[in-house]
């Protein structure tokens, strides 16, 4: 058993990662309702991007995000546009969000692995493997660089909704969407580009996971249920939870895996979720939902 | 006078369910506040929320200003000058009392305008302006009702539509609620109200519209309104002069 | 004063007439009583089938993905409670009576039932935790779990983990191998459906329906929600679980991928929304329609992941042309014939 400070650095180094993938998830539940089952799946579209441009033309991943960024933003406003416009209407909304992006995950899915197969993939940068040491304790190199990107990328989410005129409309709408129709805010549009900055920021993440951890098309399961019972515990649509979420489940899963290895791991998100539901289902921050 | 918001053969309901309103006839003239009473069901709030883009219409015209509005977004609405509050609790619960005022004001280009709106709201509601950075989610129902009163009054429209101020809200509150409505008269805002209690809200404006069953049954000047023999039939079922009165 | 109109009372000579009503039941009986007989006489039909084995297979299948279907649509129809990783019952029958063969020699045949009970009594245990919200977390939930026991299996060396456990074969020869498997599966079917029949006519399901429409008004008008949406839960689990047990043996191998792969769920799933959520037929035809294009995809194509892709394309758009479903479209359209019509 390692010593306990190192693990919980490795578990805070993961947490940003983490955040940043639960943050356009739990975006997208708060603006618009949707409980997007695909958003790992698109990670994962956005890590084969992120491997393809290392491996043929050596585009460093953390530079790819320059890449997946805009790439999936544009996907994500056309799947938007495309899908959920006629979905408004329904009587039970959130119901058919979960099923429609359930079944836009089936197809990713099928899509990357004919592609693709189901090798596990990674991207090989020099910092994937190297490490410094900050006195008694081992830092992997990487894993920092995500960390410091996660939160940039985080802190400047949280700028643009805190002081633009934009991100105050998406906030509005957040807190209740007929007061921010009223004000003037057209919703559809703020629907729609708050999609694409979901998906945008799954992009950034699919960068960095392609070299945090080996993936492959299936994989996105894992990760989906993962980020999901992160959200429950923060509350769904809150920002601050999935940041918090994000880091207590990260340094858990840090010392389950210390502890019992690394298959455990994800094991501890689910379990988490079973009690979030058993003691508080509106998790930290969140409002009960009515569906 | 001009006719500022004109309703004609409007139909309107709810997802498939059927039509509340049935065929609504209904001009509100520039300047001349109205408010709109009627039994539980005629169809008051549904009006307000047609003519505000909430609910669109399934047949008829809505003309603002002689411009055909029905079907429109609220957002565009709001460009256009008609302002809503409505029923329900709508302030932003996160974000400050100024925050949402500045919210209101989120159509507006001009920042020097919105310091100066913000201030005169300030003004006119001053328990806002000792909470101005409080959380609105904190509010009493009350002031959290004067915040979206507030709010909607940033835009200076040209048409106020406001469903059921006084609802859940104290005798004393819903006063000043009323009064502040009754200022606006003389300004660039013209008021139209829904309101249950219908001697408060007709206090409050100048011109009274009774709605039942999902279309206009009559008008007329708010002060008298109230003496008309027809109300006594509509709200309480007895026709005039038919046999066997109530005994007094 | 507004004119007062009243409906007349519909004419007494407009009622639907007796010999009518009871002609609508007795053609859905002829058609069960047509159907049991086709199901359950097929396998003695042997002589004037050729590929019997193959035949007797894709029998099985539809038998076993009709009862999957049902017996999803109970929470997810009737209930209105989407459940994504519904196989993990599936697997959890599976493992339960592959488990109890391969160390103690018992037979799924006999041990099938309890399988069914383990995974009711599961999906009792979970559901008392997750279905307290009414939000998605329900949803999640059942994705979690289906992770969670496919997981632990992984880990699980008692049971092969990863790479799986063999089996011993049933004993009978080889060219009845497929029949009890096949009569095993139609119990699951009649069972499962006849679960459903009874839900869609009794009192149980009237409630659930209720609260599949608007859970705070049930609640106010009395019913018990939470104990509702736990037992539907969990009988929801029985058949799958049974299902489990018979095809863990039908394989002879049991391998977590065969039972916790999502794409079992999002089998059950397409299936019960595209015959028809809150039906009792719909379920059914969903089965069928679905089984058989995957048979026919995988023989002219083989099994590639397009076939994960074409699931996800037809359900999308089931969801955002269809939502009703063929029986619920029908229905609406007011052309659903008498005998798919076995909810009224």
Known sequence: MTNVLQVLVLGLLLGGVYALMASGLTLMFGVMRVVNLAHAAFTILAAYIAFYAFTLFQVDPVVSILITMPIMFVVGMVVYIA????????????????????????????????????????????????????????????????????????????????????????????????????????????????????????????????????????????????????????????????????????????????????????????????????????????????? | MSALLELRDVRAGY??????????????????????????????????????????????????????????????????????????????????????????????????????????????????????????????????????????????????????????????????????????????????????NAHRGLEAVQWGIVLDLGTKRFEGPANSILDDPRIRELYLGTRVGSAPEVAE | MADIHVEPVVEADEAPAPEERRGGSRSRMIVGILVAVVVLGLPLARPWISAYNYVLQVGLLILMWVAMASSWNIIGGFAGYISLGHNVFF????????????????????????????????????????????????IISTIALLLLVHNAIDNWELAGAASGLSLPLPPLPVEWLKVPFYYGMAFCAFGAVGLAYWLAHSKFGLGLRALSQDETKAEVAGINTRMYKVTAYGLSAFFIGVAGALFGYSLSYLRPTTFFEIGLAAQMVLMSILGGRATVAGPVIGAVIITAVNEYSVVQFGATPLNIVVTGLILLATLLFFPLGIVGSLREAGRLPRWLDWDS
């Open chain 2, 15 to 196: 997802g498939k369910g059927p039509d509340i309103l049935q065929q609504v006839d209904l001009t509100i003239e520039e300047g001349r506040s109205a408010c709109i009473i009627g039994p539980n069901g005629a169809g008051k709030s549904t009006l307000l929320k047609v003519v505000a883009g909430i609910l669109s219409p399934r047949a008829g015209e809505i003309l603002f200003r002689g411009e055909p509005v029905a079907g429109k977004r609220p957002d565009q609405l709001l460009r256009r000058g008609i302002s809503y509050v409505p029923q329900e609790r709508s302030v932003f619960p996160t974000m400050t009392v100024r925050e949402n005022l500045n919210m209101g004001a989120y159509s507006l280009s001009d920042k020097s305008v919105v310091a100066e709106r913000l201030e005169r709201v300030l003004d006119m509601f001053p328990v806002l302006a000792e909470r101005r950075n409080q959380l609105a989610g904190t509010l009493s129902g009350g002031e959290q009702q004067m915040l979206t009163l507030g709010r909607a009054l940033m835009v200076k429209p040209a048409l106020l539509m406001v469903d059921e101020p006084s609802l859940g809200l104290a005798p004393q509150v819903a006063d000043l609620i009323f009064e502040t409505l009754q200022h606006l008269d003389g300004s660039e805002t013209t008021v139209l109200l829904v309101e249950q």
């Open chain 3, 91 to 138: 697997g959890i029958g599976g493992y339960f009576s592959g488990l109890l063969l391969a160390y103690l020699g018992w037979s799924p045949f006999a041990t099938a039932l309890g399988a069914g009970v383990v995974a009711m009594a599961v999906g009792v245990l979970v559901g008392l935790i997750t279905l307290r919200t009414r939000g998605p977390a329900f």
């Open chain 1, 83 to 291: 899908l959920f416009p006629r979905i408004e209407n329904s009587p039970k909304y959130v119901e058919m969000t979960v099923l429609a992006t359930f079944a836009l995950a089936l197809i990713v899915e099928g899509t990357l692995t004919y592609f693709f197969t189901g090798i596990f993939r990674s991207t090989r940068p020099d910092y994937a493997t190297d490490s410094f040491f900050w006195g008694d304790l081992f830092v992997p190199k990487g894993q920092l660089w995500a960390l410091a990107v996660s939160l940039v990328l985080l802190l400047a989410l949280w700028a643009f909704l805190k002081f633009t005129k934009f991100g105050n409309a998406v906030r509005a709408t957040m807190q209740n969407r007929t007061a921010a129709e009223i004000v003037g805010v057209n919703v559809r549009q703020v629907s729609t580009v708050s999609f694409g900055v979901g998906m945008a920021l799954a992009g950034a993440s699919g960068s960095l996971l392609s070299y945090l951890f080996p993936f492959f098309p299936a994989r996105h399961w894992q990760w989906v249920a993962i980020l999901l019972s992160l959200i429950v515990l923060g509350g769904l649509g809150s920002l601050k939870g999935a940041f918090i979420g994000a880091m207590a489940l990260a340094v858990a899963s840090a010392f389950v895996t210390d502890r019992f290895g690394p298959t455990w791991s994800p094991v501890t998100f689910y379990l988490a979720l079973f009690i979030v539901l058993l003691v508080r289902p509106q998790g930290l921050f969140g409002k009960v939902v009515r569906i």
